[in-house]
Structure formats: structure tokens, C-alpha cells
């Protein structure tokens, strides 16, 4: 019947995302982030947060360490750090949130994906901070975050552009 061939239910492109509104997502992370700070497993450090390796790593492991003796070094030094930390698999991953991407802790948090990740603040979502143990993120990415996600917090007049003034001191609002 169709020239050519064809299929008669073919397939068709389907999106199943749901749409949240911008106030409940907004509260969502707030919600999130309070609930990590209550437990006590919301850690926020200076900016510039890095792993540091020792000074011994960078003179030889360019020349020296190849066929996958630098991965395996450091998955074995990032594990000890993680586990000396307590940030390990034993109380949870650990979620690593910095402004931008750090190469060595971004590839160390690579090597050991048991033990946790690394994110740079725009590939962080809701889910990520709930799905982890701890989350360790940068002093200035907390700030970035509270100050995206505050729509509702917002008084009406001041969204509106209009503010109304109350009553002057000293004047009964209620009661006789």
C-alpha cells in the first residue's frame, strides 16, 4: 500500500520528562541541601579545592609510571585518603561539588568510583545531592546555589515591584 514499504505503527519520538515548576524545584534544593546540613553530612571548604598528590607524583609520573601504573596508583593513594577521611564506601560515597573542573580530582574521583564522584556546580542536580553519603563542596558553589534556587523567597510587593507600607508605629491593628 505505501510506496516503498513502511511500517504501519512505527516508531514515534517520545519525551516522558515531567515538567516541575520553578518554585518546587527552587524549594526541592533548599529542601536538600538543609536536610544534608541537619545530619551533619554537608561539608563546605575554602575555594580551590583540589587533591593534593604528593610533590614525588609530578616528577615521575610522566616519564615513569605508563601502561596504567599512574591509574593504579592513584586509586590506591585516593582510596587510603578517602578511607583516612572517613569520606569512604564504609559511611557513604562522597559527592566532590566545585565551581570548575579540577584535572586531579576529577581524575582521581575517577579512578575510584566506589568510593564517590565529582561534579562541577552545572552538572549538579537535586538527585546527586541526595544519592550520596556526604556531599564536600565549595564555599562559593554553596553560595551560587542558594542564590539561584530562592524564587519563593522573594516577598510578592518586592517581585512586583510595589511595596506596601504597614501600619505606623504605635497603632492598634487588632482588638479593640
Known amino acids: 500500500m505505501l510506496r516503498g514499504g513502511g511500517k504501519t505503527f512505527g516508531?514515534?519520538?517520545r519525551d516522558f520528562a515531567t515538567k516541575l515548576n520553578r518554585?518546587?524545584?527552587?524549594?526541592?534544593?533548599?529542601?536538600?541541601l538543609s536536610y544534608?546540613?541537619?545530619?551533619?553530612?554537608?561539608?563546605?571548604?575554602?575555594?580551590?579545592?583540589?587533591?593534593?598528590?604528593?610533590?614525588?607524583f609530578d616528577l615521575v609520573a610522566d616519564r615513569h609510571l605508563k601502561d596504567g601504573l599512574?591509574?593504579?596508583?592513584?586509586?590506591k593513594y585516593t582510596t587510603g585518603l578517602m578511607h583516612a577521611l572517613g569520606l569512604g564506601r564504609a559511611s557513604g560515597r562522597t559527592l566532590f561539588v566545585t565551581t570548575d573542573r579540577r584535572d586531579r580530582?576529577?581524575?582521581?574521583?575517577?579512578?575510584v568510583p566506589r568510593e564517590g564522584r565529582a561534579l562541577d556546580l552545572a552538572?549538579?542536580?537535586?538527585?546527586?545531592?541526595?544519592?550520596?553519603?556526604?556531599?564536600?563542596?565549595?564555599?562559593?558553589?554553596?553560595?551560587?546555589?542558594?542564590l539561584q534556587h530562592?524564587?519563593?523567597?522573594?516577598?510578592?510587593?518586592l517581585a512586583e515591584g510595589l511595596t506596601l507600607p504597614g501600619p505606623s508605629l504605635g497603632t492598634k491593628v487588632l482588638g479593640s
Not at 23 to 32: E, I, L, S
Open 150 to 157: 530562592q524564587s519563593d523567597l522573594c516577598p510578592r510587593g
Open 23 to 32: 518554585k518546587v524545584y527552587d524549594r526541592a534544593w533548599r529542601t536538600a
Open 123 to 146: 552538572d549538579v542536580d537535586v538527585k546527586d545531592l541526595l544519592e550520596t553519603g556526604r556531599v564536600v563542596m565549595e564555599r562559593s558553589v554553596l553560595r551560587d546555589m542558594i
Open 105 to 111: 580530582l576529577f581524575e582521581a574521583m575517577e579512578q
Open 11 to 13: 516508531p514515534h519520538p
Open 70 to 75: 599512574r591509574e593504579a596508583y592513584l586509586h
Open 36 to 56: 544534608r546540613w541537619r545530619r551533619g553530612e554537608l561539608l563546605v571548604c575554602e575555594d580551590g579545592m583540589d587533591l593534593a598528590l604528593p610533590r614525588d
